[in-house]
């Protein structure tokens, strides 16, 4: 099946796979297989540009206008007629130094145009961004020129004939005819496509768009995504730790992914391990977010209901993913309502492990590339890809590592005196201790096949910053 088809049917979908072992998965093809399976959702909204800020767009954005609109000036300094700068090679009087004198013969400034007429041998006194007098293609920067009559004051009032007498000379073997103009279009021309429909909008995107003139753009509705917490040991903030208990922290550090993603969270609290409760919880997320995330109660083995209650309401396969921290996880599809088999309906879940950096490093290697492309991200753009980014970095220290699954360790990256980046692992790498993520500025991830690493070796690293 090809990746461009979503399946229907996970089970159907996984019975196609020579070689799918749901309790040793790769982490590609766990990746793989869920990319496979999601789709986008399929509404529109129309929002001011502003509040469009890391939105997905979710039409082609195509320019109405040229920008920029006319040919102007790049500098500040004189516009003149390109040709001119041949008559100094010809103007045998001049040859030492190789200068053009040329009559200034008036000012253009930014929003207020030279309207007169140029002629051979004359130039006009230019600010940057204004429009370039007709016939005129060249501009010399003003520092290079040398002012060779007394009526300086003309030129540097506001005035737009500055006096017949004020001559400049330049050097013209500086310059070539077209230096210093912007060409109308040269930004964008009129009719060609601004910013592809899949585009994460940045602030570089809203300049854009503004400088179009367009005030208003389609983008994807926000993703509706439910959270909650499963385990009889856990404690929501403000009700006291008893013997046993823990406080719910999963649904905080998915609250500030999601957060970041730009998604509607719907967090439906701790979820105690009980099937009424669950039942209740799954019918209801799938009735109203295109996906659920849920944390602990599926582990391999776990004598718990919420697994139990996966497979009842849903398409979903348990896995045991070969990567650490990690390993178990649920994906697959949870219906609204079982007699409803429309696959349109219900919503995608991504049952996560319970321990806190499990979670994250699940979140971020499998949910994030779904979630985005549920969002349409990336739908039509091959140059704004939103997949993770890794970077090379030197491993300051040996590195255990098991080949045959991938290991993600907690580092800190910084930048050698080489100017290389050097990464070190974070004290106590257990996958339930959150503070080796809190210190962490990136993930060491250490691939499928790769075994132990010298110290010097080379690593790939995601970085925190700048992370969505
Ligand atoms: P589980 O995957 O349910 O077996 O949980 C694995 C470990 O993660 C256990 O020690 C749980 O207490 C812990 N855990 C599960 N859910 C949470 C949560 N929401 N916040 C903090 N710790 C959790
Ligand atoms: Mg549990």
Redesign the pocket.
Known sequence: MSANTPAANLHHLLSCLSDYDPNSLPVAQAQQIIQQFVTPIDSVEKLAIRQALGRVLAADVLSGINVPAYDNSAMDGYAFIGSDLQKKATDHSDTTNQTLTLKVVGAAYAGRAFEGAVQPGECVRIMTGAVMPSSCDTVIPQEWTIEISDSKQATESKQSNPGNSTQIRIPATKINAGDNRRLKGEDLAIGTTALRKGKILRPADLGLLASLGVAEVAVQRRLRVAIF???D??RSLGETLDLGG??????YTLYGMLTRLGCEIIDMGVIKDDPISLEAAFRSAGENADAIIT?????VG?ADYTKQMMEKLGDVAFWSIAMRPGR?MAFGKIQSNKSDQSASKGAYLFGL????VAVMVSFYFFVRDALLHMMGAGAASTTSSTSLTLVPAISSAALRKRAGRTEYQRGIVSVATNGQLQVSITGSQGS?ILRSMSEANCMVVLHHDQADIAAGEQVDILLFEGLI
């Not at 944390?295 to 582990?299: D, L, N, Q």
């Open positions: 917490s499963t385990g040991e856990l823990v406080y719910d922290s999963n649904r944390s602990g109660g599926v582990s776990a178990p492990p319970g321990n806190p339930g």
